[in-house]
C-alpha cells in the first residue's frame, strides 16, 4: 500500500487522488489485554464486509494492535487511528499529566507509524468546549501544538490531525496536517454553509468530515439512510477531501457501559445491514460528483495566456489535459513570446495524451487551440481569449500554474448552483518549488482571494477564475490598458458595479510557481504596485489615503495578512452555544505601521540624514540616527516575527532569515511601482482621473477642522420620502463592508448627540448624527454632522503631549539640543499618525455616505465645516483646539531655536564679521573653564585635543564652538 500524501486541499496516494471513504468502527468492550476491539475473527469479517460495501478507510478510536492493522491491510482498508487522552479534565493543571499524555501519545505514534495500513492519526477528539474555556484557548493550542510537534518528530512522514467540533471551531489548528471536524447536522442546507465556513477554517488544509451519521432509533432506518447519504454527498460537493460515516455497527460501549439507546450503526449487533449501508456506499461510489451532475455541466473554455513562459509552460498543459471534467476546450494564447513558448504550445496540440490520462470515455478530449499574437499586454490576450471561446463558461489561468484534476469540475459549482456570474479558487505553492520560491511564497504580495463571507468573493486570482461569457462581454471584457497586473481585480469591480456577484470554490485549487529570484520577485512587486496605480486613477472610490479599501477580508495563511485582522469571538452565554461565532475587524494601524513603505523609507531618510549632517549639526544628527534606527529597528523585529510564525516546514535558518528580508522588500518595490505608474499611467486614464470628483477624500484643512473641534455638515436634498432609520441602517452596513473601518459603533438610545461613530485608534471617535426634514410633497431635506470627540485614551494623549511639550522646552532651555529634537520627531510622527487616523476615518464615513445618497438618489446641495459648534461640544472642541495652538506652539518655541542656533553655532559666516586681530608673537595661553561655568561671548572652552597647562597654541589654530548657544540665540530664547 502506497503511503499517503497531502496534495493541496486533497489526498494522494502514489499519483492518483485519494477521498476518504470511511467509516468508524468502536468503541467496543475491552478484553482481557484491555485492547478495545473484538475477537480478530470478528474484526476480519467486519472489514471485509466494509471493503465490499466500497469503503476504503476506517476511523478508530483506541490505539489498536498490530494484529488489527495487519487484517485492514489484507482487506485494502486504510487506518485513521485515534488516540484517546484525558480531554474531558482541566488537563493543564496538572503537569504531570500533560507530560504524560505527551509521553504516550509520542510512544504509540512510534509503534504504529511505520504500518502500511496506517493513514492519519487523530492526536485528540472533541476538547469539551468548557475545559477550553477554562484554560483559555491560547494554551490549549499551545498544548495542541507541541503535541503535534512531538508526534512529527517521531514520525516525520505521517499525517496528523485533531478532530474537532463546532463548539469548539476557533481553535487554532494549522500546525496539523488535516483539518478534521465531526458534525452532525441533518438539513442540507445548513449543512453546506457549515462546511463552507469550515473551509475557511481549512485554509489551504484537507478538510476532512471526520463523524457524520444519524441515528435510527429516533429518525428511523429510511431517515437514517437519507440524512447519511446526503453528508456523505455534501461533503464532497463543498470539496472535502473525504467523508466519515458514523457507525459501522450498532455495538458501542462507552464509560464502562453498553450504550443501547442510540442506534448509529450501518448494521445492526448481529451484523445486518440497515438501509444505510445501501445509501452511503452508492454516495461514496459517486463521489466526488455523480454522473447526473456531471451530465448536466456546460461547455467550458479554458484560456492560458503566455508570455516567454517556456519553463512552466508544459507543465500547465499537461495538467490541463488531465483535467477530469466532460466537455471544455484549451484556448493558448501566446502573446509575443521570444522564447519556446509558441513551439512548445504549439507541440502539446499536436500529441493526443488521452491515454495518459487514463479516460477512456468517448468526449473527454480537450480541443486544442494555440493563438500566435503580437505582445499586447495581459488584458489583450486575454480578450483575444475571450473572442475565441465557444464555452457558456470561460475559464483562465497562468502559464506558471499546475491546475487540478478536478480544478474545473470544482470552479463551475458555484455558477451551477448560485446567482454568480463568476467564481474563483485558491492558489498554492507546489511541494517542488526551489528554495528561494518557497521563501517567496511566504512573503506577502501574491495573488490572493478576497471574501465578503464564506462563498461570495470581492475579489478572485487572476491565475484562478472563471466568468459567464455573456457576463464579460456585456462590460467590454478585460480593460486592455492593464498591461501586466490589476486587470484580474477591475474587471471584477466592474461586475460587481451592474449588481453581480462572483463566487468561491475553496476546492478549486491550482499551484502557482512563485518566482525563483528575489530580483524576479522585485519586478513582480513593482509590476503590481504600478497597476495599483493605475486602479486608482480608474476607481478612485475604492482607495482611501493610496491604500486599496477592500469591503471583504483578504484571505491568506501568511501571518503578515493574519495581522491585518483582529478576531472576536462569542461563545454563547458562559460558552454554551454550540456554533461560536468569530468576528474578524480591522487591527489597529500601529500594528502593521513598521512594515509600510512610509515608515521603512522615512527610518532609512533620518539615518541617511543624520549620517551625511554629522559633521555639520551634531546634534539633530544624533536625534534623526537614533529615531531612524529605532524606526528600522522596529521594522526587523516585525519582519523577523512575521518570518518566524510562517508554516515553512524543513525551513532553514537562512530560509526563514530570507522571508524576513522579502518583508523588508515587498513594500519597497510596491512603492517604486506606485511611483513609476504615476508617470506611465495611460492617457485615458489621467483624464479619466481628472474628470472624476473624489469628494470622499477630505483635505488635511478637514482633518485639522476636525482636529480642532469643528463639524463637518452636508446637506443632501430628494424628492422621495424618506426615513433616518433606514438611512442609518444603510450606512452602517456600508460601513462594515469596508475593512478599514473596523469597529462600528451605533448608539442604542443612551446618547442624544450621534448616531453612529467609528473608534479613532482609542484616542477619539468619529461620531456622525442624522436629521430628515419633511418638506412638500414628500420631498426631504437629509442633514448630517460629524465630529470628533476625544476619549478618556485622547485627553490623556493630550495631557501627554502637553508633558511632551514642557520637557522639550526645558531640555532645549538647558542646552540639551538633541533630546529636544528627539521629543520633536517623536511628537511629529505622533500627530501625524492620529490626524492620518482621523481623515482616514472622515473619508470611510464620507465613501459610505456617498454610497447611501446614491443608493437613494441624494443631491447633495453643500457640504463644509460648522463655525458654530454645539454647545455640547465647547468643552471637547476647545481642548482640541488648545491641543493644535499648543502643538504650533511647541514647534515655534523649540523646533525654530533649535535651527536658529545651528546655523549660528555651525555657520559663522551668519555672525557679524569683525576685522582679524593682529597675529602677536606672545603666546595665548588658554585656561580650562569649570565645567558648570556659563559660556560668554569671551569665554572660550579648550579643544578636544587640549594642550597640558601653561603650553601655547598657535595664534592660528581655528576655535570653534559645538552644542553651545550662541549670543543670539540666547536671546531668541529670552
Keep these: 500500500m502506497q503511503r499517503i500524501r497531502v496534495d493541496g486541499k486533497f489526498l494522494r496516494a502514489g499519483d492518483r487522488r485519494f477521498l476518504v471513504k470511511g467509516v468508524t468502527y468502536g468503541t467496543f468492550a475491552p478484553d482481557r489485554d484491555g485492547d478495545q476491539y473484538p475477537a480478530l475473527a470478528t474484526v476480519r469479517d467486519d472489514f471485509a464486509a466494509m471493503a465490499a460495501a466500497g469503503f476504503n478507510t476506517v476511523r478508530v478510536y483506541t490505539p489498536p494492535p498490530v494484529s488489527v492493522l495487519d487484517e485492514a491491510a489484507r482487506a485494502g482498508l486504510r487506518v485513521m487511528i485515534g488516540l484517546p487522552w484525558t480531554q474531558h479534565v482541566a488537563f493543564l493543571d496538572d503537569r504531570d499529566l500533560a507530560d504524560s499524555i505527551r509521553r504516550e501519545v509520542v510512544r504509540h505514534v512510534r509503534a504504529l507509524a511505520d504500518h502500511p495500513a496506517a493513514l492519519m492519526f487523530a492526536l485528540g477528539n472533541e476538547v469539551p468546549p468548557s475545559v477550553v474555556r477554562w484554560h483559555g484557548p491560547g494554551r490549549v493550542e499551545r498544548f495542541l501544538r507541541a503535541l503535534c510537534d512531538d508526534a512529527r518528530a517521531a514520525a516525520p512522514e505521517a499525517l496528523f490531525t485533531y478532530v474537532n ?30 462546511l463552507r465556513q469550515l473551509q475557511s477554517v481549512a485554509g489551504h488544509k484537507p478538510l476532512l468530515l471526520a463523524e457524520a451519521g444519524a441515528d435510527s432509533v429516533r429518525e428511523g432506518h429510511e431517515a437514517q439512510a437519507a440524512i447519511t447519504a446526503t453528508h456523505v454527498r455534501a461533503a464532497f460537493a463543498e470539496g472535502a477531501c473525504g467523508a466519515v460515516a458514523f457507525a459501522w455497527t450498532d455495538e458501542w460501549w462507552r464509560g464502562g457501559f453498553d450504550v443501547r439507546d442510540w442506534s448509529f450503526g450501518l448494521v445492526d449487533r448481529g451484523r445486518r445491514p440497515k438501509p444505510a449501508l445501501a445509501a452511503v456506499s452508492r454516495a461514496f461510489a459517486d463521489a466526488p460528483f455523480s454522473p ?3 451530465s448536466r455541466w456546460p461547455k467550458v473554455s479554458v484560456v492560458v495566456c503566455a508570455f516567454n513562459a517556456a519553463e512552466t509552460i508544459d507543465e500547465c498543459l499537461v495538467s490541463l489535459d488531465a483535467l477530469d471534467y466532460p466537455d471544455y476546450e484549451v484556448i493558448v494564447v501566446n502573446d509575443g513570446s521570444t522564447d519556446r513558448t509558441g513551439e512548445l504550445a504549439r507541440g502539446w496540440a499536436r500529441d493526443d495524451r488521452r491515454a495518459s490520462r487514463g479516460v477512456d470515455a468517448p468526449g473527454c478530449r480537450p480541443a486544442k487551440h494555440v493563438l500566435d499574437v503580437a505582445n499586447g499586454g495581459l488584458s489583450r490576450a486575454r480578450n483575444i481569449g475571450l473572442e475565441q471561446a465557444s464555452g457558456e463558461i470561460v475559464a483562465y489561468t497562468d502559464a506558471d500554474v499546475r491546475v487540478d484534476p478536478l480544478w474545473l469540475a470544482y470552479l463551475v459549482q458555484p455558477l451551477l448552483t448560485s446567482d454568480v456570474v463568476g467564481s474563483g479558487g485558491p492558489n498554492v505553492v507546489p511541494a517542488d518549488d526551489p528554495r528561494i520560491a518557497q521563501s517567496v511564497a511566504r512573503a506577502p504580495g501574491g495573488p490572493t482571494h478576497v471574501l465578503l463571507d464564506d462563498r461570495i468573493a470581492e475579489h478572485v486570482p487572476g491565475c484562478n477564475m472563471a466568468f459567464r461569457r455573456d457576463a464579460l462581454l456585456a462590460i467590454g471584457g478585460f480593460n486592455p490598458i492593464y498591461l501586466r497586473a490589476g486587470d484580474d481585480v477591475d474587471v471584477c469591480w466592474r461586475l460587481q458595479a451592474r449588481g453581480w456577484k462572483i463566487g468561491f470554490s475553496p476546492a478549486a485549487i491550482v499551484w502557482h510557481r512563485h518566482r525563483a529570484t528575489v530580483r524576479a520577485y522585485w519586478r513582480q512587486q513593482a509590476g503590481y504596485g504600478e497597476g495599483e496605480t493605475w486602479l486608482a486613477l480608474k476607481h478612485p472610490d475604492k482607495f482611501v489615503g493610496g491604500d486599496m479599501l477592500w469591503r471583504g477580508r483578504i484571505y491568506s495563511p501568511l501571518p503578515f495578512v493574519r495581522a491585518l485582522y483582529r478576531a472576536r469571538l462569542n461563545t454563547g452565554v458562559w460558552g454554551t452555544a454550540p456554533f461560536p461565532s468569530v468576528y474578524n475587524s480591522g487591527a489597529s494601524g500601529l500594528s502593521f505601521l513598521p512594515t509600510s513603505a512610509g515608515w521603512i523609507v522615512m527610518s532609512l531618510a533620518l539615518i541617511a540624514f543624520g549620517a551625511l549632517t554629522h559633521w555639520l549639526a551634531r546634534d539633530a544628527s544624533r536625534a534623526a540616527l537614533l529615531i531612524g534606527c529605532a524606526g528600522l529597528v522596529a521594522t526587523i523585529v516585525r519582519c523577523l516575527k512575521f518570518a518566524r510564525d510562517v508554516e515553512y516546514s524543513g525551513a532553514r535558518l537562512r530560509d526563514r532569515l530570507l522571508v524576513a528580508w522579502l518583508h523588508i522588500v515587498q513594500p519597497l518595490a510596491r512603492l517604486r511601482g506606485r511611483i513609476r505608474g504615476h508617470f506611465a499611467a495611460p492617457s485615458e486614464l489621467a483624464e479619466h482621473a481628472a474628470a472624476t470628483t473624489v469628494r470622499w477624500l477630505p483635505s488635511i484643512g478637514r482633518g485639522l477642522a476636525l482636529t480642532a473641534g469643528l463639524r463637518l455638515d452636508r446637506r443632501f436634498w430628494t424628492e422621495s420620502w424618506t426615513s433616518l432609520p433606514a ?25 442624544q448627540s450621534w448616531d453612529v461613530a467609528l473608534p479613532i485608534g482609542g484616542l477619539g471617535r468619529l461620531e456622525a448624527r442624522g436629521l430628515v426634514e419633511e418638506h412638500a410633497r414628500g420631498a426631504c431635506l437629509v442633514r448630517t454632522s460629524s465630529r470628533v470627540r476625544p476619549t478618556g485614551g485622547g485627553i490623556v494623549g493630550i495631557f501627554a503631549m502637553a508633558g511632551a511639550i514642557a520637557a522639550a522646552m526645558i531640555l532645549e532651555d538647558a542646552g540639551r539640543t538633541m533630546p529636544s529634537l528627539a521629543i520633536v520627531l517623536v511628537c511629529a510622527l505622533a500627530l501625524f499618525w492620529t490626524l492620518r487616523r482621523i481623515v ?28 458654530k459648534p454645539a454647545l455640547a461640544g465647547v468643552a471637547a472642541g476647545t481642548l482640541q483646539a488648545s491641543f493644535v495652538i499648543a502643538i504650533g506652539a511647541f514647534f515655534i518655541m523649540t523646533a525654530a531655536p533649535t535651527v536658529w542656533d545651528a546655523a549660528d553655532d555651525y555657520f559663522p559666516s551668519h555672525q557679524p564679521q569683525q576685522a582679524a586681530p593682529a597675529l602677536v608673537s606672545k603666546p595665548i595661553v588658554v585656561s580650562p573653564v569649570p565645567a558648570r561655568a556659563t559660556v560668554t561671548a569671551r569665554s572660550i572652552p579648550p579643544p578636544k585635543s587640549a594642550p597640558p597647562h601653561g603650553k601655547a597654541l598657535a595664534p592660528h589654530t581655528p576655535l570653534r564652538t559645538h552644542g553651545t548657544g550662541s549670543p543670539q540665540g540666547e536671546r531668541r530664547r529670552t
Excluded: K
Design 292 to 294: 447526473e451532475d456531471r
Design 840 to 867: 482616514l476615518a472622515s473619508a470611510r464615513m464620507q465613501a459610505a455616505l456617498a454610497e447611501v445618497a446614491e443608493a437613494n438618489a441624494l443631491i447633495l446641495l453643500d457640504e463644509g465645516p460648522s463655525f
Design 165 to 194: 467540533y463546532p463548539p469548539t471551531s476557533y481553535l487554532d489548528l494549522s500546525p496539523f496536517d488535516v483539518c478534521a471536524f465531526n458534525v452532525y447536522l441533518h438539513r442540507e442546507n445548513d449543512l453546506r454553509g457549515y
Design 727 to 751: 438611512l442609518l441602517d444603510q450606512l452602517v452596513t456600508a460601513l462594515r463592508r469596508q475593512r478599514g473601518a473596523g469597529r462600528v459603533d451605533v448608539d442604542e438610545g443612551w446618547s
